[in-house]
Every structure is written in C-alpha cells, then in structure tokens.
C-alpha cells in the first residue's frame, strides 16, 4: 500500500516544534520545486483577487476601486430579486445535470473501446479523426447543425419528409434545444475528452490483463476488474473538477443556440450576465453574478471532494 | 489479446470495431464538409449544403488568406509562443506537481486548495490586466506565455498521475542515492511519459488557440499571433461587424472562412501523431520492469 | 486607486525578484512600447507636426500599409501613432484600456450601442466636453445638430462622429420575376404582399420550393424594422399626445407582426427565420429560392454580382418608398454616426492639447482629406470619371492600403466626392438613401437617457423580442402579446417609459 510508508514516517516523528523543522529540511526542495508556481499562483491568479470587492460596490471604472462607493449587498440583492433568477438557475442546473449524465461516460467509454482495438492502424485513425472536432469553433458546430436540420431545405428534414415522416422543427422548437446542446457537446468534446484516459490506460500492466485471461476472464471482465479500477482515480478527479464547473457552461455555445422560442429553457447564467451586465457595461453586477457561480462551483466541489476522500480517494486537494 | 480467440471475444471486437466506424463516420462527415468546402468555389458552396467533394477545386480561398502578408510572421509568432509556452509550463507544472506528491509535506493540503480554489475563483480581466502592466509585460511575448503558466486543471491532473505511480520507486530511488530532483527527472518523468505527452498537447493547443491575452496585452499589430489575424479574417467574412452602421468593408467568402479553420487547425494536428504511441497500451510498464 | 497600485507595485517588485531567483529567470520584463501614453506635451515650434496617438478599430483582415496614413500626415501636420484593434474585439479593449487608464489621446468608441460603456466614466467628467469648442473650427462648427443631438450624454457633447447616411433599409426583389409576372414597383405593404404571393404560386425558383421574403434572426437590421415603418410604427419610441410611447404599444407594431404572422402562415417567408443567420439569409437570396429582400440597400450590389453566377439572368431592382397608412412614405432612421472619437483626460492633459487635437480632426472634414481617408490615393487607388470616383478594381490591394483608414475617418456624406457606379440598380440604391433622408423617421428618446433602461434595458427589449417571435410564430395571440408587454412593464419598462418622458419634457 502506497500510503504506508508515508504514514509510516508521520507517525514516527513526534508532533514537536523540532520535528516540524526537520521535516521542513527534510523536504526542502521540495518546497524548491513547488516555488515558481506557487508564485505564479499568488502573483496572476490571488493578487488580482481583490478585483473581487467590486462586486460590494457601484463601481466605475476610472476612479477606481477606493474611490467608487460601497453599496453592500446591493448587487446580490438585486440577482436574488431578479424575477427571472429561478428560471435561470433552474436552465444551468439542467444543463449541468444532463452533462454530467449524458456526456460524462461517452470520453470513458470511447476511450476503454479504444484500448480494446488490437489494429495500431485502425486505432491512430480513428483517435485522430474524433479528436479533430474539438478544433472546431462552436460557431462552425452551430452552423453545420443549422444546415442540416433547417426546415428551409435541411438535408434531415428532407430526408424525414422523403420517407414520410413529416418535418420536425429542431431548431424552434424548445423541447429540442437541449438535447441539441447536448448532442453537440458530445460531438466536439468526446473524443478529445479521451485523451485523459487514454493516458492512464497507457499505464495498465499487460501482464494483469494476461493473469485474467488465464483466469478465464471475458473481455467485459477483463475491461471490469482491470481497466476500471485503474483509471478510476483520474475518472474521479476529472468528474469533481467538472462538478465545480456546475455553473459554467461553455457561454459562446449557449449563446448561439439560444432564440427567442428556447429562451425559457436556455437562458442560463452566462447568457443572462451577458445581457444584464457585460453589454451594459455593469462591471460590479457582471462581478457579483460571478462570485455567486464561483461560490456555488466551491460547495460541490467541496462536497464532492469530502464524499471521494470518503470512499478512500486521493479527491483534488 | 490477439492469441486467444473465444467466440465472446470476436463477437466483442465486431461489435467494438462497426460501434467505432460509425463513431468515427459520424465525427468525419462535418470534418470533411468543412475541408472540402474550402476548395470548392463560391458559387457552389452557395448552392449546396453539404460539400463532400467539390464540383470543382480551387485554391482561390486559400490565396485569398495566404495574401495576407501578415499571415506568415504571425504563424511564427504563434509557433514561437507555443513552443516556449509549453516548454516553460511543463518545466513550472511538473516540477509543482511532483513537489505536491510528498505526504508528509507541510502546507500541502493547503496550497492543494488553493490551486483548485482559482480554478472556481478569479479577480476578473481588469485586475489580471493591471497585474501584467505593472510587471513591465504589455506588448511582450512574455505576456501570452507568463500570465497562463501554469493551468490549475493540468497540474491537478498531473498530480493525481504522479500519485498513481507504482510505490516503492521513491523508496527506492531514495536508497540508490537519488535526491529529489534526481528522483523526478530520471524516475518519475520517464515513467509518466504517457500523461507528460497529454498536458504538453493541452498546453500546445492552449497556446496555439489563445488569442484573449494577445488582444488585452499586445498593442503591436507586427506582434499578432495567428489566431487573432485568423479570426479577424473570420470574423469579416461572417460579416458581423456588418450589422452596425461600419459596413463598408465588403466580407470575402464562405469558403475563405473554411481555409481558415484548415490552416489555423493543421499545424497543431501535426502533434498529435508524435504523440500517439505514448498512449499505447503498456508502452510504459516495460521501461517500469526494465 | 494610488495606494492599490503601490501595493500592487510592491508585490510586483517582490514577486519579480523570486521569479528572477527561480527556475522562471530570464522571463523577467520587457520595456513597453505600447501607443498608450501621454505624449500630449506641447511642442516646442507650433510647425513641428502634432503628436496623436490612437486607438482604431480594424475592419480589414490586417493592418494597412503607412501611406495612407503619411499622406495623411502631411495634409494635417501631425504624427499619428494608430494602435489597431481588432474588430470582433474592439469594446473588450476599450474597456480594459478605459478601466486601468491606459486609453491613448483619441480612442474611438465603437457604435452607439457602446456608449453604455463609458457613460458612467463620462458622467465622472474623464473624457473632454468638445460641445463648447466646436464653433471655432471651420468644418466641426458645421456639424449636422441633429447627430450631435442623438451623440449627446447628459445633454453635453463628449465626442466628434463619423458620418453615417440616416435610412439605408429598403426592398431588394427581383426585377426578372416580377416582369415576368407583370408586377409593377411595389408602392404599399398589400402591394408587397402580392409580390410575394404571385412569386411563390409562380414558383420561378423552382421544385415548388420558393420563397417570397427571406428574412433573418434580427428585429433591427432584418425585415422587421423596416417594415414596420411602412405600417406607420415610430422608431423605438414615439409621441402620442406629447408623451413618449414604446413603438410596441402602437398599432403600428401590432399590423407589422400580423403582416408577418400572416406571410409565415402562408408559407411566403423562410420557416426558419428567427434563427436564420444573415449569410444564410442571403444564400436564399444569392441561390434564386426566394424572391425578396428587406434590409440594407446598398447590399443590391453585391446580390446582383453573386446571384447571376449561379442564376444567369437574375436582375435585382430596388426601393423604400413604401407608403404608409397615411399614404405617406416613412423610413426608420439610424441616429446618423458610426463611431464616436473620445478625447481622454488621462492623456490629453490641458484644454490648449485638446484644441490642437480639434485642429487636426477639423482637418478630416477638407474635401482632400475626407476623399483620401474615404478612397485612398487618387491614381493609386482610385481614378476620377465624370468628377466621379472610380476605385481601383483589386479589392485586395485597396483592403491592404486604404479600405482600413475608412475606420478612422469622419467624414462619409460631407465634403465627399461621389462614387461612380457601373451598375445602374446601386446607382439607385444610392440615390435612394438620398432621398430617405426626407422621410427619415428618428428616434426621439436617441439623446435621452433613462436609469432603468442602462440597468435593464438588453433584458428587458429581450422579452419584448421574444413575444414578437411568439406571436409571428402563432404560440401567442393579441390577449398574450398584451400579457408580454405587460411583463415588461412590471419588470421595469413603467420605470423606463417614465424616466423618458420626464427627460424628454425637460428637453422640451
């Protein structure tokens, strides 16, 4: 077990002011290693946190944060009393649980179907060839989705109409909008999503794969009781820190798919501070909407983290 | 896997290879309209909404961008901050990375959340701006590799790999007489070649398609990376800027904005088969053995 | 803001020296050079050229060649530094520039819609009043006043305007279907609807799939607007009894939405339209499927270019005399600037820098230097034929050289030679817009500000949006849109028609 040794050495030296320091010593370059971006951390992600406060203020650029007035809660307050704010929070949430259902296992499972392909060739193509979407923009996503599916001569819908089905309006009608978010997700990020995976299957000792089979283990098996559990810590890892991106999603996306008939299941935060404030030019309440989704993405993340410590994981910090 | 041939096991790989065709199928269509359409002609792109191979070739799009005389000097501005910009992360993010792995380390949890904290939580733009400018940072080349050193998501990433390694390597590089340091360059780095080949193409490919930091920190047009003289490109041949009242530049075609993608796209594809066969299964385990 | 930047300073300081000590040495700062800066001092000699540095906004894939720019210099005397942004970028760059004080002594704000980003620091006194100023310069003292109305913020002129025609909407059809179909000019909104009938029931597109109008996912710059202007609707806000009323509350609005309910229930429009993007717009166009066009006119030009390579024999024909109900034409107007020129305080130092400033933007207006930023180089980029001009046909070399300076020119309609065009129907079009500017329709509230409406307004014109579509769409009828424009009161629209109207009586 890997963590005896560790806990070996914590318990053998005596919780004193001089162990301390000897293991200070002991680990110093440690500490060396762990410097040059420790500081870039402090330097370019903390010190600029005190643009933060704004979000207590009215603030205008210009004069500054100590000039501009503070204004408390104000801006919270008016987030929380925006009539539209439950509506929005119920989108993101959505959105963030069909993600988390629906796309979470597609880069898992490719990359495991993947691993069992024994043709080198076949498997360099076909990893290259699904990973090259995720150099697409979402416009070029959105748009290529609007000329197939457009009732104005979309190749699906002729196709359907061909075939006797009658149209169907994907593109204005809402009860399509997300699993058209959805679908689209999938198609650009999946494949690059297997990357990860992929990495921490390279890893896997051949030789347990052989010790199965000759237990007379099937491929399901083999995929069960070996792939699985070698690529879980980084399937938990990757699926916390996506549990702390619960309010975020990728804003460009949303904003293209979002219309005037969808807007009732579409409109999420990142679209509504987009309208509300950025536009505006509302830097405080753009700020104060962000440190709600920042505050919300530390709970889950907090959480989940606590829950995978709990099942004896590693977790994220 | 090859040897042993069960009927389970061959209906398992038919299933597995036809479920990856298609897959692979469903992800080349669009890829392929995209390519195609930019070496079919305007008229034809017009006409049709799917190009799969063009009535006729043309390079006209191709030219078309290529004219830009910029187009040049910024793709090497852009390889030169991707090049140094993943040499200068990797160096930073490993070695934090690997400094994190050891248990008994005091503060360890603590700048663990930290790390994770600014992944949920930043100053903002305008801060981050004030942060580089008073570094001396605006219109350098510095200012797009420096302020996105380090990515929280890659070093988390990283560490958790470096966890998962095989115990009793530390143990035992230690009684070789290793120090830490020689413990991670000629133990733990060659024995993670495979999640060292992943962060260095996210950190490529981040550096290749950043172009926020250059629009905020660069005012030297000579000093544009790629994707931002792409994107205007882009951008006029959308014809976005047309719906204000400044619509007197006459966008070029749709085609152009397919070329785009292509060459803003296939220098940084080009990694990714240097890369591959670090991701075959066991490359790793045998140097572990050995 | 002093003690923040010594403290940012001294971490800075700090954080420099361990990054030097670390394994990052070598990465330390580079000197910079931006065009930021304040560079305002007088010069010695009142003939050494005047220093300018600004900041422009690109429209062209790159940064044009310098001798536009030299001739420009010369014509002027002053030494121009241009800082080029990119355009899909241009805002996001201001506002950086703006909130950590790093703006050059010209900076150009994008549209009118970008005003809501500086008019919190304009309110705050950080740019320059040019109101006051403006008599004493031969060509700004004859600035159109209503334009500088509509640039005013809080009743005060902070900035100069680049000149935009007023009303460029009209109808794009084509002229070969309708002769064929014996139809004449359409004159009235019935008469459109007829044209666009007959152009579907005749199917000239062809496989019984053609379309009349083909419209776009834009209530402003699509076919919306400006048809609802021939119904007799007021441009964003009108006077009823003296009173400002939203252009939703009138019937004019109502009869444009059931114009267009009407056409999409009868197949006579794209059934996509609300997320139809203008390059698919007008592919229905440039393809032969539809037949009609509503939007910017002199977009006539390049629709003829590109229809007839793929439908040989397509003629397009133009107009915007559409007549009302009144039996009188009418035409929304745009408020007649493009972008708007900035005079920082944080850079432009002291009153006597700005009226050399002013001097030199005075200049803009002199029928060289308008034609020069406009065209280029006479003889390079353009010829003269008739006292007319004719631009250099590669499109390229123009798009390298000159097009680029178009964004930093302030003169388009004043002191402009005219262009010559080859294609009568642009001609036209040209002639036109011209003549709009007579029944212009303009926005009474573009000068006034509401509290509510900077707050809310994207938000809430989003609802207002929303219930158009729904009604088009068939999903709301008249009691829902009633129930839409009654959420939008509520949620602040009552606030925003009130804080106009008290505006607008004070202006009165």
């Given at each position: 077990?890997?963590?005896?040794?560790?806990?070996?050495?914590?318990?053998?030296?005596?919780?004193?002011?001089?162990?301390?320091?000897?293991?200070?010593?002991?680990?110093?370059?440690?500490?060396?290693?762990?410097?040059?971006?420790?500081?870039?951390?402090?330097?370019?992600?903390?010190?600029?946190?005190?643009?933060?406060?704004?979000?207590?203020?009215?603030?205008?650029?210009?004069?500054?944060?100590?000039?501009?007035?503070?204004?408390?809660?104000?801006?919270?307050?008016?987030?929380?009393?925006?009539?539209?704010?439950?509506?929005?929070?119920?989108?993101?949430?959505?959105?963030?649980?069909?993600?988390?259902?629906?796309?979470?296992?597609?880069?898992?499972?490719?990359?495991?179907?993947?691993?069992?392909?024994?043709?080198?060739?076949?498997?360099?193509?076909?990893?290259?060839?699904?990973?090259?979407?995720?150099?697409?923009s979402w416009v070029i996503v959105v748009s290529i989705s609007f000329v197939m599916l457009t009732l104005d001569g979309g190749i699906v819908n002729?196709?359907?109409?061909?075939?006797?089905?009658?149209?169907?309006?994907?593109?204005?009608?809402?009860?399509?909008?997300?699993?058209?978010?959805?679908?689209?997700?999938?198609?650009?990020?999946?494949?690059?999503?297997?990357?990860?995976?992929?990495?921490?299957?390279?890893?896997?000792?051949?030789?347990?794969?052989?010790?199965?089979?000759?237990?007379?283990?099937?491929?399901?098996?083999?995929?069960?009781?070996?792939?699985?559990?070698?690529?879980?810590?980084?399937?938990?890892?990757?699926?916390?820190?996506?549990?702390?991106?619960?309010?975020?999603?990728?804003?460009?996306?949303?904003?293209?798919?979002?219309?005037?008939?969808?807007?009732?299941?579409?409109?999420?935060?990142?679209?509504?501070?987009?309208?509300?404030?950025?536009?505006?030019?509302?830097?405080?309440?753009?700020?104060?909407?962000?440190?709600?989704?920042?505050?919300?993405?530390?709970?889950?993340?907090?959480?989940?983290?606590?829950?995978?410590?709990?099942?004896?994981?590693?977790?994220?910090? | 896997?090859?040897?042993?041939?069960?009927?389970?096991?061959?209906?398992?790989?038919?299933?597995?290879?036809?479920?990856?065709?298609?897959?692979?199928?469903?992800?080349?269509?669009?890829?392929?309209?995209?390519?195609?359409?930019?070496?079919?002609?305007?008229?034809?792109?017009?006409?049709?909404?799917?190009?799969?191979?063009?009535?006729?070739?043309?390079?006209?799009?191709?030219?078309?961008?290529?004219?830009?005389?910029?187009?040049?000097?910024?793709?090497?501005?852009?390889?030169?901050?991707?090049?140094?910009?993943?040499?200068?992360?990797?160096?930073?993010?490993?070695?934090?990375?690997?400094?994190?792995?050891?248990?008994?380390?005091?503060?360890?949890?603590?700048?663990?959340?930290?790390?994770?904290?600014?992944?949920?939580?930043?100053?903002?733009?305008?801060?981050?701006?004030?942060?580089?400018?008073?570094?001396?940072?605006?219109?350098?080349?510095?200012?797009?590799?420096?302020?996105?050193?380090?990515?929280?998501?890659?070093?988390?990433?990283?560490?958790?790999?470096?966890?998962?390694?095989?115990?009793?390597?530390?143990?035992?590089?230690?009684?070789?007489?290793?120090?830490?340091?020689?413990?991670?360059?000629?133990?733990?780095?060659?024995?993670?070649?495979?999640?060292?080949?992943?962060?260095?193409?996210?950190?490529?490919?981040?550096?290749?398609?950043?172009?926020?930091?250059?629009?905020?920190?660069?005012?030297?047009?000579?000093?544009?990376?790629?994707?931002?003289?792409?994107?205007?490109?882009?951008?006029?041949?959308?014809?976005?800027?047309?719906?204000?009242?400044?619509?007197?530049?006459?966008?070029?075609?749709?085609?152009?904005?397919?070329?785009?993608?292509?060459?803003?796209?296939?220098?940084?594809?080009?990694?990714?088969?240097?890369?591959?066969?670090?991701?075959?299964?066991?490359?790793?385990?045998?140097?572990?053995?050995? | 803001?002093?003690?923040?930047?010594?403290?940012?300073?001294?971490?800075?300081?700090?954080?420099?020296?361990?990054?030097?000590?670390?394994?990052?040495?070598?990465?330390?700062?580079?000197?910079?050079?931006?065009?930021?800066?304040?560079?305002?001092?007088?010069?010695?000699?009142?003939?050494?050229?005047?220093?300018?540095?600004?900041?422009?906004?690109?429209?062209?894939?790159?940064?044009?060649?310098?001798?536009?720019?030299?001739?420009?210099?010369?014509?002027?005397?002053?030494?121009?530094?241009?800082?080029?942004?990119?355009?899909?970028?241009?805002?996001?760059?201001?506002?950086?520039?703006?909130?950590?004080?790093?703006?050059?002594?010209?900076?150009?704000?994008?549209?009118?819609?970008?005003?809501?980003?500086v008019r919190s620091a304009i309110e705050s006194g950080q740019f320059w009043e040019v109101g006051p100023y403006l008599k004493d310069y031969k060509?700004?003292?004859?600035?159109?006043?209503?334009?500088?109305?509509?640039?005013?913020?809080?009743?005060?002129?902070?900035?100069?305007?680049?000149?935009?025609?007023?009303?460029?909407?009209?109808?794009?059809?084509?002229?070969?279907?309708?002769?064929?179909?014996?139809?004449?000019?359409?004159?009235?909104?019935?008469?459109?609807?007829?044209?666009?009938?007959?152009?579907?029931?005749?199917?000239?597109?062809?496989?019984?799939?053609?379309?009349?109008?083909?419209?776009?996912?834009?209530?402003?710059?699509?076919?919306?607007?400006?048809?609802?202007?021939?119904?007799?609707?007021?441009?964003?806000?009108?006077?009823?009894?003296?009173?400002?009323?939203?252009?939703?509350?009138?019937?004019?609005?109502?009869?444009?939405?059931?114009?267009?309910?009407?056409?999409?229930?009868?197949?006579?429009?794209?059934?996509?339209?609300?997320?139809?993007?203008?390059?698919?717009?007008?592919?229905?166009?440039?393809?032969?499927?539809?037949?009609?066009?509503?939007?910017?006119?002199?977009?006539?030009?390049?629709?003829?270019?590109?229809?007839?390579?793929?439908?040989?024999?397509?003629?397009?024909?133009?107009?915007?005399?559409?007549?009302?109900?009144?039996?009188?034409?009418?035409?929304?107007?745009?408020?007649?600037?493009?972008?708007?020129?900035?005079?920082?305080?944080?850079?432009?130092?002291?009153?006597?820098?700005?009226?050399?400033?002013?001097?030199?933007?005075?200049?803009?207006?002199?029928?060289?230097?308008?034609?020069?930023?406009?065209?280029?180089?006479?003889?390079?980029?353009?010829?003269?034929?008739?006292?007319?001009?004719?631009?250099?046909?590669?499109?390229?070399?123009?798009?390298?050289?000159?097009?680029?300076?178009?964004?930093?020119?302030?003169?388009?309609?004043?002191?402009?030679?005219?262009?010559?065009?080859?294609?009568?129907?642009?001609?036209?079009?040209?002639?036109?817009?011209?003549?709009?500017?007579?029944?212009?329709?303009?926005?009474?509230?573009?000068?006034?500000?509401?509290?509510?409406?900077?707050?809310k307004g994207n938000r809430l014109q989003d609802i207002i949006k929303d219930g158009t579509y729904q009604f088009i769409l068939g999903k709301i009828?008249?009691?829902?849109?009633?129930?839409?424009?009654?959420?939008?009161?509520?949620?602040?629209?009552?606030?925003?028609?009130?804080?106009?109207?008290?505006?607008?009586?004070?202006?009165?």
């Open positions: 077990m890997k963590t005896v040794t560790a806990a070996n050495r914590i318990a053998q030296a005596p919780r004193t002011r001089s162990a301390w320091k000897r293991r200070v010593v002991r680990n110093r370059y440690m500490y060396l290693m762990i410097l040059p971006g420790l500081i870039y951390f402090l330097v370019f992600k903390y010190l600029p946190m005190w643009g933060l406060i704004i979000s207590f203020q009215d603030y205008v650029p210009f004069q500054g944060i100590l000039h501009s007035p503070w204004v408390g809660f104000k801006q919270f307050n008016r987030l929380f009393t925006d009539p539209d704010f439950w509506g929005i929070f119920r989108n993101t949430l959505s959105l963030f649980l069909l993600n988390i259902v629906f796309y979470t296992p597609v880069p898992i499972v490719l990359a495991i179907m993947l691993n069992e392909v024994a043709h080198p060739f076949f498997k360099r193509i076909v990893q290259t060839i699904v990973y090259i979407p995720h150099f697409l002729e196709m359907l109409r061909y075939f006797g089905f009658g149209e169907i309006n994907f593109l204005l009608d809402s009860a399509y909008s997300r699993p058209l978010y959805i679908l689209q997700t999938i198609w650009r990020e999946a494949g690059w999503g297997t990357i990860v995976y992929l990495a921490a299957i390279a890893s896997i000792d051949p030789g347990l794969y052989e010790a199965a089979r000759m237990d007379g283990a099937g491929r399901f098996r083999q995929i069960w009781h070996i792939t699985f559990p070698a690529i879980r810590s980084v399937v938990i890892v990757l699926l916390i820190l996506r549990i702390g991106s619960v309010m975020d999603h990728s804003f460009e996306h949303v904003f293209l798919l979002i219309n005037s008939m969808n807007r009732q299941v579409m409109d999420i935060f990142d679209t509504y501070v987009f309208t509300a404030g950025v536009q505006q030019g509302q830097y405080s309440y753009t700020t104060a909407v962000g440190f709600f989704k920042s505050f919300i993405g530390l709970a889950l993340v907090m959480l989940s983290n606590w829950l995978a410590r709990r099942f004896g994981e590693e977790g994220v910090y | 896997m090859v040897k042993d041939k069960t009927a389970g096991s061959r209906l398992f790989d038919i299933f597995n290879y036809l479920l990856l065709l298609l897959v692979a199928l469903v992800v080349f269509l669009p890829i392929m309209h995209v390519v195609m359409s930019s070496f079919a002609t305007v008229e034809e792109m017009a006409r049709k909404p799917f190009i799969l191979i063009p009535e006729t070739f043309t390079l006209v799009a191709y030219r078309y961008v290529l004219s830009t005389g910029a187009v040049f000097k910024a793709l090497g501005v852009s390889a030169g901050i991707t090049i140094v910009g993943t040499a200068v992360s990797m160096f930073t993010t490993s070695l934090m990375a690997y400094g994190l792995t050891r248990r008994d380390l005091d503060g360890r949890k603590v700048i663990n959340f930290l790390i994770v904290f600014t992944m949920l939580f930043s100053g903002g733009l305008i801060p981050t701006f004030l942060v580089v400018k008073e570094l001396g940072l605006i219109n350098s080349y510095w200012a797009l590799i420096i302020p996105n050193a380090v990515s929280a998501f890659n070093l988390v990433i990283m560490r958790s790999f470096f966890m998962n390694l095989p115990d009793g390597i530390e143990e035992s590089a230690r009684i070789d007489g290793c120090s830490d340091f020689g413990t991670l360059f000629r133990i733990v780095l060659p024995l993670s070649m495979a999640v060292i080949a992943t962060i260095s193409l996210f950190y490529a490919v981040y550096f290749w398609n950043s172009y926020q930091s250059a629009i905020l920190y660069i005012n030297d047009a000579e000093k544009w990376p790629l994707q931002v003289l792409l994107r205007q490109i882009v951008l006029v041949a959308s014809g976005i800027s047309a719906d204000t009242a400044n619509d007197f530049v006459q966008p070029p075609e749709q085609t152009v904005k397919m070329a785009v993608i292509v060459i803003a796209t296939v220098p940084i594809l080009l990694v990714y088969p240097f890369l591959q066969k670090y991701f075959a299964k066991g490359a790793l385990v045998g140097s572990v053995k050995g | 803001m002093v003690s923040t930047n010594r403290l940012v300073k001294w971490t800075s300081t700090a954080s420099a020296i361990v990054l030097a000590a670390s394994a990052l040495a070598g990465c330390g700062s580079k000197e910079t050079g931006g065009a930021s800066g304040s560079g305002t001092s007088p010069n010695p000699s009142d003939n050494a050229p005047l220093k300018i540095t600004m900041m422009a906004d690109l429209h062209t894939p790159e940064v044009p060649s310098d001798e536009v720019l030299k001739a420009l210099e010369e014509k002027t005397n002053a030494k121009f530094t241009v800082q080029w942004v990119p355009d899909g970028n241009y805002d996001e760059k201001f506002q950086a520039a703006l909130a950590t004080g790093s703006l050059p002594q010209v900076a150009w704000l994008k549209n009118a819609a970008s005003v809501a980003l060509n700004l003292s004859k600035l159109n006043g209503n334009t500088l109305n509509n640039t005013k913020i809080n009743g005060k002129i902070y900035s100069l305007y680049q000149e935009r025609d007023l009303a460029r909407s009209g109808v794009i059809y084509r002229k070969d279907w309708a002769d064929k179909l014996g139809i004449a000019e359409p004159k009235t909104t019935d008469d459109l609807y007829t044209m666009l009938k007959k152009f579907k029931e005749a199917d000239l597109g062809g496989g019984g799939n053609t379309i009349g109008l083909a419209d776009r996912n834009d209530l402003v710059y699509g076919s919306f607007k400006a048809l609802s202007s021939w119904f007799g609707t007021p441009n964003n806000w009108g006077v009823e009894n003296g009173k400002l009323v939203p252009d939703f509350m009138t019937k004019g609005y109502l009869d444009t939405m059931k114009f267009l309910k009407k056409l999409y229930s009868e197949g006579l429009i794209n059934k996509d339209f609300p997320v139809t993007s203008k390059a698919d717009q007008q592919n229905l166009m440039y393809t032969g499927k539809a037949g009609v066009y509503i939007g910017n006119m002199p977009d006539v030009k390049t629709m003829q270019e590109k229809t007839v390579k793929n439908v040989p024999g397509a003629q397009f024909d133009v107009t915007n005399t559409i007549n009302g109900p009144d039996g009188k034409p009418g035409l929304w107007s745009l408020p007649g600037y493009g972008s708007l020129m900035l005079f920082p305080k944080s850079s432009v130092k002291t009153e006597a820098d700005l009226k050399k400033l002013l001097a030199v933007f005075d200049k803009f207006f002199d029928p060289e230097v308008a034609d020069l930023l406009k065209y280029g180089i006479e003889g390079k980029h353009y010829t003269k034929k008739d006292g007319k001009v004719v631009p250099d046909s590669d499109v390229k070399k123009l798009e390298k050289e000159a097009t680029p300076y178009l964004g930093m020119a302030l003169a388009d309609t004043t002191n402009i030679t005219p262009s010559f065009y080859t294609l009568p129907v642009m001609e036209k079009a040209n002639t036109l817009v011209k003549a709009a500017e007579k029944f212009a329709i303009a926005d009474p509230a573009a000068p006034l500000a509401s509290k509510t409406a900077i707050e009828d008249e009691k829902g849109f009633q129930d839409v424009i009654k959420k939008w009161q509520d949620q602040g629209g009552a606030q925003i028609i009130s804080e106009y109207n008290a505006e607008y009586a004070k202006g009165k």
